[in-house]
């Protein structure tokens, strides 16, 4: 059974000592259950990085071998009719199983979710800032804990595949920092089988809620990764001032923006334009993530193309959820500009609403269907904007399944790639830099 001090000291170095007592109090239950749940795997040869995956199909391809060494891809090779040696290595037999890398879950709020909690009735109404209230009253109601939710819908992601995370933790004036405190208690506990990054985020607004900005200043001397806004007319009616908090956090900080722009037409596209100004003006480059951007999915070209340009052009990336009941960014043509374009779940199960299972297989489909793919390469495309896509956005190193990579890889059943997406079955195995995690669907970890 692993030590205590590694499994906690992944970010203590970055807390700032007024919030050191209440993030190990955050992290303790967390880490314990996380050691119980894992100290029998650890026995195993399963939680080794050196494994041998036989008859698997790279990316829908001919049938290979594929050898990971130190967690990492060393090699394809050999199949069915001369299979690769590697004497002394685990060996899973794949079966003739998909071979993918693993889902980058790039939009979501694992300090929110409900999940394992038992159905709730849900009681928001049509408008954001209803969803928004209603969610602050029910923290509290509920007894929503970000450390224990954020780590039931972490193993619910691996068992679907998922090995690197991107969540928006909220920060404001009602829960103050407990949501990042919690949520990199779970980053840490979960170190070794999914990769997190905490992007601060001003759900309930930032200009509008007095000492929102300088929570959110902490809130990155803690650890957060990334600078996180929120639709700068609609929500804080001054979007000046908005954008200063934010873009001022990431210039000092040194970190990346991810901004949610809910607002639609005319008025998305002038915040939209504002933020472009911002990332030119500030030379930031491929630093700049908009989250939903429902402005780019209005019908009026006239409207939209000159910003899908401009966009272009400063290398900023747009995530997506595809939900049903807004204009979503056309994706084929983001790609067809070059813009880079991720994916995610956004709420799962949360005061927000019902739906939602980390599944990003589902997601794909989701895409797919928002967006009228029928073709197979339009469904691979859908695919890819859930693994590769979010890889982009979010800068991993070593992503995929070539040889040199990471060895974070899911193998699924299916005939092609675009069936694994329509038929969504259970992943037949999960790959953490080497380690097997998941299998036929179960998790090998455990949440509180």
Not at 271 to 285: F, H, N, P, V
């Amino acid at each position: 059974m692993p030590s205590t001090a590694p499994l906690l000291g992944f970010r203590r170095g970055g807390l700032n000592p007024g919030h050191g007592r209440r993030f190990m109090a955050a992290c303790d239950p967390v880490a314990r259950r996380f050691r119980i749940a894992t100290s029998r795997l650890e026995e195993t040869p399963r939680m080794t990085h050196d494994l041998l995956l036989r008859n698997v199909r790279p990316m829908g391809g001919e049938a290979t071998d594929v050898l990971v060494r130190d967690g990492r891809v060393a090699g394809w090779g050999g199949g069915p009719d001369a299979p690769l040696e590697a004497p002394g290595v685990l060996v899973e037999d794949g079966a003739g199983a998909l071979l993918v890398p693993g889902f980058v879950e790039a939009h979501t709020h694992l300090d929110k979710s409900l999940w394992g909690m038992g159905w709730r009735r849900h009681q928001a109404g049509p408008r954001l800032i209803d969803k928004i209230e209603t969610e602050r009253r029910l923290k509290k109601e509920w007894d929503i804990d970000p450390a224990r939710q954020s780590a039931r819908q972490v193993v619910q992601s691996l068992r679907m595949g998922t090995t690197h995370i991107r969540t928006h933790v909220d920060v404001d004036d009602a829960v103050g920092l407990a949501g990042m405190e919690g949520v990199l208690a779970t980053r840490a506990a979960y170190a070794g089988v999914v990769e997190i990054e905490t992007v601060a985020f001003p759900q309930s607004g930032l200009m509008v809620r007095p000492g929102v900005a300088a929570l959110m200043e902490e809130a990155m001397r803690m650890g957060a990764d990334v600078v996180g806004g929120l639709d700068p007319c609609a929500i804080d009616r001054d979007p000046k001032g908005q954008l200063d908090v934010v873009f001022g956090l990431a210039e000092r900080f040194g970190r990346p923006v991810d901004i949610h722009l809910h607002e639609p037409g005319q008025l998305g596209a002038f915040s939209l334009e504002l933020i472009i100004e911002r990332t030119r003006a500030l030379g930031m480059e491929g630093r700049v993530t908009v989250s939903h951007a429902f402005c780019l999915g209005d019908p009026d070209a006239s409207l939209v193309n000159p910003l899908l340009e401009r966009i272009a052009a400063l290398d900023i990336a747009i995530a997506t959820t595809a939900p049903a009941s807004r204009p979503v960014p056309a994706a084929a043509t983001l790609r067809g500009l070059g813009i880079r374009l991720c994916a995610g779940s956004d709420g799962i199960r949360d005061t927000w609403g019902p739906y939602g299972n980390a599944d990003m297989l589902e997601r794909a489909m989701l895409i797919g269907l928002r967006n009228n793919f029928r073709r197979d390469e339009e469904v691979e495309m859908a695919l890819d904007i859930c693994t590769r896509g979010g890889a982009e956005v979010m800068r991993l190193e070593g992503y995929g399944i070539e040889p040199g990579c990471r060895a974070d890889l899911v193998l699924v059943d299916g005939e092609s790639l675009a069936e694994a997406v329509a038929a969504r079955p259970p992943r037949r195995l999960v790959v953490k830099r080497g380690r097997v995690v998941a299998r036929n669907g179960v998790s090998l970890v455990e949440a509180p």
